[in-house]
């Protein structure tokens, strides 16, 4: 339900409690929350989610570094996250899922 300010207006007065008749729409759902009238619940109803696009969401705020290591000279190159070293690889993100493996004379590790 989308709460208009002449709503809001109404339910203060219906339950007696005073309010600027200049208040502005925010101030007048904040009173009926103190009031205990209303609840963020009902006003915000949440979404929701999709598992497969909270899985992708941490792997975005959260990116895992990547360390390539060439086990014969010793050289390391670190990506700042799996998708950064998968393009650069040319693997795919499953292939780094899993924590340390070895890809020909590379060790990869995953933190």
């Not at 009173?31 to 109803?45: S, W």
């Amino acid at each position: 339900m989308k709460y208009t300010t002449k709503y809001l207006k109404q339910l203060l007065t219906e339950n007696k409690i005073k309010f600027n008749e200049r208040s502005s729409k925010p101030k007048l759902l904040f009173q009926l929350f103190d009031a205990g009238i209303l609840t963020c619940e009902e006003v915000f109803p949440m979404k929701p989610m999709d598992p497969k696009y909270e899985h992708l969401r941490t792997l975005r705020m959260n990116p895992k570094k990547v360390i390539y290591t060439d086990m014969e000279t010793g050289e390391t190159i670190i990506y700042d996250s799996i998708h950064q070293a998968s393009k650069a690889r040319g693997h795919n993100n499953i292939f780094f899922l899993k924590r340390n493996r070895r890809d020909g004379k590379f060790m990869v590790t995953v933190e």
